[in-house]
């Protein structure tokens, strides 16, 4: 198993959670970061972030309200989601690629299992 996610669970709206991956030796030095799906809908791209932490891309739905950090000594990658909403609403996969732009097209090779953020109104 290369990613395992961690966090999530249920947050009022315009509260806050974090999730965290924890990758393998495998992603370390990949692009990491998050996808998310709700019900009946397509996966849509969160965030993610360059193997020295240098450079992240956010999705437009969550640009200004998601933070996405990186720790290499732990290999683990963090999401901060603030200003929550019902809209948020999803499960949220973490994932590893080469490149930024697998993310940008939601084709990124390795997936993790997923967590759910519930986000109540």
């Known amino acids: 198993v290369d990613l395992v996610e961690s966090g999530g669970g249920l947050v009022q709206a315009g509260g806050s959670l974090n999730v965290s991956c924890a990758g393998s030796?495998?992603?370390?030095?990949?692009?990491m970061g998050w996808f998310r799906q709700a019900p009946g809908k397509e996966r849509e791209f969160v965030a993610t972030?360059?193997?020295?932490?240098?450079?992240?891309y956010f999705g437009d739905s969550v640009k200004g309200r998601f933070t996405i950090s990186r720790d290499n000594a732990k290999n683990t990658v963090h999401l901060q989601l603030k200003s929550l909403k019902p809209e948020d609403t999803a499960l949220y996969y973490c994932?590893?690629?080469?490149?930024?732009?697998?993310?940008?097209?939601?084709?990124?090779?390795?997936w993790g299992q997923g967590t759910q953020v519930t986000v109540s109104s």
């Open positions: 994932a590893a690629a080469p490149d930024p732009v697998s993310f940008l097209y939601v084709r990124a090779p390795i």
């Open positions: 030796g495998r992603t370390i030095s990949m692009y």
């Open positions: 972030i360059s193997s020295n932490g240098a450079r992240t």
